[in-house]
Nanobody, 125 residues
Framework: QAQLEESGGGLVQAGRSLKLSCEAR????????MGWYRQAPGQAPGKQRE???????????DYADFAQGRFSISGDIARNAVWLQMNSLKPEDTAVYYC???????????????WGIGTLVTVSS
């Protein structure tokens, strides 16, 4: 069974940094793209998770507007690993952060194939 294992979440004060890590295990078909999404606590069920950052198999890196300039995604697709460095964190960044992976590059169209269970990031003011 495919697994994505996230780590690095926790409680941090506003303005500080956190680095999230994710590694995919037991995936027998080649991963092409990986990324991070988030969902704030208390959001209505069914509300889509919000894209944070993507790294695609062709090398393209894409950020949500709120992440641009503060967050940095990096990855080693050959190792099925991806990291998210989050700087200058704000209380509104509080969310469960999910790692995701896909066997293709068209994630904005077709979505991700695999999801982690999420890691909670709490930013206090």
């Amino acid at each position: 069974q495919a697994q994505l294992e996230e780590s690095g979440g926790g409680l941090v004060q506003a303005g500080r940094s956190l680095k999230l890590s994710c590694e995919a295990r037991s995936i027998d078909r080649g991963i092409r793209s990986m990324g991070w999404y988030r969902q704030a606590p208390g959001q209505a069920p069914g509300k889509q998770r919000e894209l944070v950052a993507l790294i695609l198999g062709d090398g393209t890196i894409d950020y949500a507007d709120f992440a641009q300039g503060r967050f940095s995604i990096s990855g080693d697709i050959a190792r099925n690993a991806v990291w998210l460095q989050m700087n200058s964190l704000k209380p509104e960044d509080t969310a469960v952060y999910y790692c995701a992976a896909a066997r293709h590059d068209y994630v904005r169209t077709y979505g991700m194939d695999y999801w982690g269970i999420g890691t909670l990031v709490t930013v206090s003011s």
